[in-house]
C-alpha cells in the first residue's frame, strides 16, 4: 500500500470499468487524478457480467445513447492501447411474449434509431433462425439489434488503467476508503488526501462511501450469479447472441457451453427452488436444453438503482461527484460516463442532456447549503 500524496484535483473512489474511464478522462483533460481501488483493479462488479457491450436498452432511448457512444470509445481504446478487448460480434436478441411488449417496441424505435441504435423488429421464425435454440411457438415477435458484442471486461479495465498512468494519475489498490470529510479530504488506512472533487465510482459499495460524505446515492447491492450449462448435441455449431427473455432469463456462447443469468433468488425463495425456475424458464424457452444440468459459473454484487438506470451528476452542495447504480449495464455505459463525469468536474457542458441521470429524480432537488 503507497503512499498518498497530500492533495489531488480529483480523488475517484473504485477501479472498475466505471472508475478507471473516468480516472483516464479526467487525467488526460490535465485534471490531478488520484483513484483509490479497495481491492484490485477490477475486482468488483466489473467482473460479475456476462461480458457483453450492447447498445440497445429496451425503453431507454438516453441510456442507448450512452451505450451507442461507450462503443465508439471501445473501439478507440484497442486502436490506442493495443490492447486485445475481446470483441467479438454476437448481436442482441430480445424476445417478446405479449402484443404490449411488440407496441411498446414499436413506440420507441424511432428514439432508438434517432440515439444511434441499429434495431429492428423480426419476426417469432426470425428469432428462431438468429438463435436456433429459442422454440419460435413461445415467442410472438423480438428485436434484433446488431451491434453487441461479446468483450474481456478485465482487458478493458487494464487499458484504461494504462491510459489514466500515462497522463498522469495516481492509481493506488488495496486502499479503501474509511473517512470523507465535509471539506474533501479522504481518509485511508495509506493516509489522507484532500480532494478538490471527491468522485465516487464504488460500484456495489456507492451508497456507503457516498454516506461517508454525508451524501444520499440510492442504490442497493443486489447479488448475482451466473449459470453455465452444455450446448446440446443437436445445436448448430454456431455462435449464440446474446438472448433475452421477458423473465430476466438470458443466455449466450460461452465458449463451448451456454452462459444462463437470470439474477439471483427472491429473499423467500431458497436457491434450489430459484434454479428450479431457472430450469422451467430454459426448458420452455430453449427447449434443447430442457432438463440439462446447470452449474455455477460465478457470482458477485452489482450497484442497483431503484429504476435500474445509473445515478451520473454532481451533489449540489458540495464538491462531490457520482456515477453509480448501473444495475449491471456499467460495461456498456462506462466510456460515456467517464466523459460526463469529466465534463461536471471541469464545469463544462456535457455532449448530452445528463438532468435525467442525477438523483433528483429520485430524491428531488435538495436545496444548496454552501
Not at 488495496?174 to 465535509?182: H, Y
Not at 478538490?196 to 448475482?224: E, F, I, N, R, S
Not at 464545469?347 to 438523483?359: Q, V
Amino acid at each position: 500500500m503507497s503512499r498518498l500524496p497530500e492533495r489531488a484535483d480529483a480523488v475517484v473512489i473504485g477501479g472498475g470499468v466505471v472508475g478507471t474511464s473516468i480516472a483516464c478522462r479526467l487525467a488526460e483533460s490535465g485534471v490531478g487524478t488520484v483513484l483509490l481501488e479497495r481491492g484490485a483493479l477490477g475486482s468488483g462488479s466489473s467482473g460479475t457480467t456476462a461480458g457483453v457491450v450492447r447498445t440497445y436498452f429496451p425503453g431507454n432511448p438516453l441510456i442507448s445513447s450512452l451505450a451507442v457512444r461507450s462503443l465508439a470509445a471501445y473501439r478507440s481504446l484497442g486502436e490506442r492501447t493495443g490492447t486485445d478487448l475481446g470483441l467479438e460480434r454476437i448481436g442482441l436478441l430480445v424476445l417478446f411474449t405479449d402484443e404490449e411488449q411488440v407496441r411498446d417496441f414499436r413506440q420507441t424505435q424511432d428514439a432508438q434509431r434517432a440515439a444511434g441504435v441499429d434495431v429492428e423488429l423480426v419476426t417469432a421464425a426470425e428469432a428462431a433462425r438468429l438463435n436456433p435454440l429459442v422454440d419460435e411457438r413461445t415467442v410472438l415477435a423480438a428485436a434484433w439489434s446488431p451491434e453487441a458484442y461479446a468483450c474481456d471486461p478485465a482487458a478493458i479495465v487494464r487499458g484504461y488503467a494504462a491510459l489514466a498512468r500515462q497522463a498522469g494519475a495516481a492509481l493506488h489498490t488495496d486502499t479503501p476508503v474509511t473517512g470523507i470529510d465535509p471539506d474533501g479530504r479522504v481518509h485511508t488506512a495509506a493516509g489522507s488526501i484532500l480532494a478538490d472533487t471527491v468522485v465516487c465510482a464504488a460500484g456495489p459499495w456507492a451508497g456507503t462511501v457516498a454516506a461517508l460524505a454525508d451524501v444520499t446515492v440510492p442504490v442497493t447491492t443486489y447479488p448475482v450469479e451466473m449459470l453455465l450449462t452444455d450446448t446440446p448435441d443437436s445445436a448448430p455449431r454456431t455462435t449464440l447472441p446474446m438472448t433475452i427473455h421477458p423473465s430476466s432469463l438470458r443466455i449466450r456462447s460461452w465458449g463451448d457451453r451456454v452462459l444462463v443469468g437470470m439474477g439471483r433468488p427472491a429473499p423467500d425463495e431458497t436457491r434450489e427452488d430459484w434454479l428450479r425456475r431457472v430450469a422451467h424458464h430454459l426448458g420452455t424457452t430453449f427447449p434443447s436444453l430442457a432438463g440439462r444440468a446447470i452449474e455455477s459459473g460465478w457470482s458477485g454484487d452489482l450497484d442497483v438503482s431503484p429504476d435500474g438506470m445509473a445515478f451520473i451528476g454532481r451533489d449540489p452542495s458540495r464538491r462531490f461527484v457520482y456515477a453509480a447504480g448501473f444495475s449491471g449495464q456499467g460495461l456498456c455505459q462506462a466510456p460515456a460516463a467517464g466523459e460526463i463525469v469529466r465534463d461536471l468536474v471541469l464545469g463544462k457542458e456535457s455532449w448530452t442532456d445528463t438532468a435525467g441521470l442525477s438523483t433528483a429524480r429520485h430524491l428531488g432537488a435538495p436545496a444548496r447549503t454552501g
